[in-house]
């Protein structure tokens, strides 16, 4: 069965930082498209990360510098490593996949989706 289930997501101070993971089953990571979105209060989801099959990674301009994707291979997770954080970094933090055509920071690309976990920033 194919999962996604995040964890990691912690209320944090501004300027801190926190690593959220994706445990992945039924899959193995670098064999497909994977991504993380987060979604702010009252607001749209938005990619913020992808990585490819052959480790190319993209950031979203909007917080490009601030956060890394990465996974392990051995222990079949994504990682989205979060630094400097800011207020406007509370959302909705969500591991995306997909094994179509096209891998890059567009919400229509993925259709596995993992359940959340939730980051909060305070000033």
């Known amino acids: 069965q194919l999962q996604l289930v995040e964890s990691g997501g912690d209320s944090a101070q501004a300027g801190g930082s926190l690593r959220l993971s994706c445990e992945v089953s039924g899959f193995s990571v670098g064999t497909i498209c994977m991504a993380w979105f987060r979604q702010p209060p009252g607001k749209q989801r938005e990619a913020v990360a992808y990585i490819d099959t052959t480790g190319a990674t993209g950031i979203a301009k909007s917080v490009k510098g601030r956060y890394t994707i990465s996974e392990d291979t051995v222990k079949n997770t994504l990682y989205l490593q979060i630094t400097s954080l800011k207020p406007e970094d509370t959302a909705m933090y969500y591991c995306?996949?997909?094994?179509?055509?096209?891998?890059?920071?567009?919400?229509?690309?993925?259709?596995?989706w993992g359940q959340g976990t939730q980051v909060t920033v305070s000033s």
């Open positions: 995306a996949a997909t094994r179509g055509p096209i891998c890059g920071l567009g919400r229509a690309y993925f259709n596995l």
